[in-house]
Structures are given as structure tokens and as C-alpha cells.
T-cell receptor
Framework: DQQVKQNSPSLSVQEGRISILNCDYT??????FLWYKKYPAEGPTFLIS?????DKNEDGRFTVFLNKSAKHLSLHIVPSQPGDSAVYFC????????????FGTGTRLAVRP | GAVVSQHPSRVICKSGTSVKIECRSL??????MFWYRQFPKQSLMLMAT?????????EQGVEKDKFLINHASLTLSTLTVTSAHPEDSSFYIC???????????FGPGTRLLVL
């Protein structure tokens, strides 16, 4: 039972353009969402998060949008840079459950120079 | 801030031996740490939640007698893979959450290869 899904296993974007990574979840009780970036053989690096009481959070080139009614969140990277090439995981948690994270399956982003 | 380290980064062992992996929060205290496992081309799967001074909470399907977790201090949690077998070969990652923050920060991971 995959509660957090990233339906696009890969995405290729031209440098300077926008990268949009999508994530869907099934558990409406999730109240905190995070995006992590991961390189092979390394631990995930935290990028940005959003609480369920908000619908948008922005940090530099990264913006996360949350649509609770659709159980959908997305990560926008503008402008995309070659160094952004990595696997991106979305994760969801239920703060009342002790912060256990449920991860999506990941999307591999390739930013072409 | 919020740096998490793991040691070793990579270990190769013979089948039947035990392997200990350390997870340390370097610049904050963590009452709770988490252990994840990632198989190739798959997502990170939570194995257990490590609570300082008490027993770990294991996810369904994870053998607590095989994956021993000790959270002896507010900055250190250890995962011991006992009697390792080739199917235990994986990438093990820990995470920790500083104080009142909701965000978990991850260690660099440990690659375990059991021959």
C-alpha cells in the first residue's frame, strides 16, 4: 500500500527552465510534507517543507505547493540548474504519530546544460 | 546546523557475522532517531524508531531480534545487524529530529554488503 506516490520516475528539463515534480498521497490525515534531494550512495538532504495549514511555501529557487483537496503537492525549481540533477523524494508525516516519514518512490531529475 | 553523521560509510562482512552502525547528531540533541533501509531503485523504508532511554519501535515486518537498536544517549543511536545474511545487503540511513522542529535530517548512509 503506497500511501505516497510519485508517478513520474524521471524528468528531464533544460537549464534555466522550471522543473515541476509532483507527489500524490492517499492518507488525508498527513499534516506535514517534505521534499528531499538525494544523490546515489548518500543520505537525503532536506530541501523544503510545508504544513497542512498552508498551501505554499517558498525558499529561494524552491517552492512547494499543497492542494489538500486533491491530496497533491508539487515542488517547483526555478530556474533549474545542472547541479539540481538528483533523485527527489517527497515525504509525508503525521505529527501526532511521532514524525514517522512515509516516502514516495522518487523522481530522477536531469537538468540539461 | 542539524548535522547527522553515520559510521561506517561502507562495510563488507561475511555471512553470519554481526555489524554495528552508529548514528550521531553532531550539533543537536535528538530524543528520537529513525532508521531506514533503501534497496536499489526503491524508496526509503522506515525500519524502526529509536527512542532515547527506551525500547525501539519497529515497523511491521522488521525483525527486532535481527536489527538491534540502542539509543544510549541524546546524540547516539546504534543499529546492529545480527547474523547478517546476503539479503540484508542494503543501504541503511538514519535520521534525527532536533528538538521542536518537525524536519528530520538524515545521515550520509551506510552501505552494507554481506558476502
Amino acid at each position: 500500500d503506497q500511501q505516497v506516490k510519485q508517478n513520474s520516475p524521471s524528468l528531464s528539463v533544460q537549464e534555466g527552465r522550471i522543473s515541476i515534480l509532483n507527489c500524490d498521497y492517499t492518507n488525508s490525515m498527513f499534516d506535514y510534507f517534505l521534499w528531499y534531494k538525494k544523490y546515489p550512495a548518500e543520505g537525503p538532504t532536506f530541501l523544503i517543507s510545508i504544513s497542512s495549514i498552508k498551501d505554499k511555501n517558498e525558499d529561494g529557487r524552491f517552492t512547494v505547493f499543497l492542494n489538500k483537496s486533491a491530496k497533491h503537492l508539487s515542488l517547483h525549481i526555478v530556474p533549474s540548474q545542472p547541479g539540481d540533477s538528483a533523485v527527489y523524494f517527497c515525504a509525508a508525516s503525521l505529527l501526532s504519530s511521532g514524525d514517522k516519514l512515509t516516502f514516495g518512490t522518487g523522481t530522477r531529475l536531469a537538468v540539461r546544460p | 546546523g542539524a548535522v547527522v553523521s553515520q559510521h561506517p560509510s561502507r562495510v563488507i562482512c561475511k555471512s553470519g557475522t554481526s555489524v554495528k552502525i552508529e548514528c550521531r547528531s553532531l550539533d543537536f540533541q535528538a530524543t528520537t532517531m529513525f532508521w531506514y533501509r533503501q534497496f536499489p531503485k526503491q524508496s526509503l523504508m522506515l525500519m524502526a524508531t529509536s527512542n532515547e532511554g527506551s525500547k525501539a519501535t519497529y515497523e511491521q515486518g522488521v525483525e527486532k531480534d535481527k536489527f538491534l537498536i540502542n539509543h544510549a544517549s541524546l546524540t547516539l543511536s546504534t543499529l546492529t545487524v545480527t547474523s547478517a545474511h546476503p539479503e540484508d545487503s542494503s543501504f541503511y540511513i538514519c535520521s534525527a529530529r532536533p528538538g521542536f522542529q518537525e524536519t528530520q535530517y538524515f545521515g550520509p548512509g551506510t552501505r552494507l554488503l554481506v558476502l
